[in-house]
């Protein structure tokens, strides 16, 4: 009888090993290649907000719903709701989804961030990130775009000037929060916004850049072009904000540091590092909607 022929325990080893060794190959290339597909959805999403932004100026004498709410890294809300709303309002980007100009809700969100954050897209009103949006007030029940606008107007967050709303058919619409100097709205212009920076991923600070896209972030421009910018085009120390400003370059900042000193990008004093531009300090008051002099935002215009 002729014996059956077995795999040592040394050749089973060797097989095992190589397996080993072609996983740990092909891993890095799969996973390099995903990020690339998302990558290229997370651009392809922003040229989507590019034409809603579009509908949205044509219909609303060439006004851009983007901004800030006192702190330029807090560029991202869509919905104000909050324990405290009095009462819960769309704002910025979220008078898009309120004038049914958005057809893809998961546009304004990239791919690319951990399915967990509170600026991924959560079908579900629920979530860190309620969708659609609510109507009654909820502690941290705000809808946050997942990306950062460009901080170029000062929207209200729960009071105008005098914590009342202005009356109808005045400098304000009585349904919506819009940013005000008391006399006009100081809403950004498309028609200003040229080749200038507009939405870019989220650069609260350089550890959201980091677990996004790791080497970079794409940016969308006023004139409807996106393109990828590298982090070495823009983590640099000289984009410093001008004197006599308190603030830190954009990568000094921490968001880990909320409330403790100038670190946190929630600290007023570090709006600079963001931009430069006329719209603070002042609560209210209008932005030059030029190019800026200093911030982040500076180094994707030059781009």
């Known amino acids: 009888m002729r014996r059956r022929h077995a795999f040592t325990l040394v050749e089973l080893l060797v097989v095992i090993g190589i397996i080993a060794i072609l996983i740990g190959i092909l891993l890095p290339t799969l996973s390099r290649a995903q990020e690339a ?16 932004l579009r509908l949205y100026a044509a219909e609303a004498k060439d006004t851009l719903p983007i901004g800030f709410i006192d702190q330029k890294a807090f560029s991202y809300i869509m919905n104000w709701n909050n324990a405290g709303s009095n009462p819960v309002k769309p704002s910025q980007m979220g008078l898009i989804v309120v004038a049914n100009l ?41 809808t946050k775009l997942g990306f950062s606008a460009r901080p170029m107007a000062n929207w209200p967050s ?56 790791k080497k970079g972030v794409n940016v ?58 006329g719209s603070w300090p002042t609560m209210f008051s209008a932005g030059t909607q030029s190019k800026a002099v200093r911030g982040i935002w500076a180094a994707f215009d030059n781009q």
């Open 37 to 52: 597909s998302r990558k290229t959805v997370c651009l392809s999403n922003m040229r989507q907000l590019s034409d809603y």
């Open 220 to 277: 969308l421009y006023g004139n409807g072009g996106a393109k990828w910018v590298e982090l070495a085009a823009f983590d640099r120390p000289e984009w410093n904000p001008m004197p006599p400003s308190n603030g830190k370059p954009w990568r000094a900042l921490n968001a880990d540091l909320v409330g403790s000193d100038g670190n946190s990008p929630w600290n007023t004093a570090n709006n600079d590092s963001f931009l430069q531009d």
């Open 158 to 213: 729960n009071n105008f000037p005098g914590g009342v709303a202005p009356p109808p058919n005045s400098y304000g619409d009585a349904r919506f929060w819009l940013p005000s100097d008391g006399k006009k709205l100081t809403l950004p212009r498309l028609a200003r916004s040229g080749s200038l920076a507009i939405l870019a991923d989220n650069i609260i600070d350089k550890n959201y850049v980091l677990r996004r896209h």
């Open 102 to 142: 958005s057809k893809n809700p998961k546009a304004f969100f990239c791919p690319s961030e951990p399915p967990d954050s509170r600026f991924q897209y959560h079908p579900d009103v629920n979530s860190v990130n309620p969708w659609p949006f609510l109507n009654t007030p909820r502690e941290d029940g705000h």
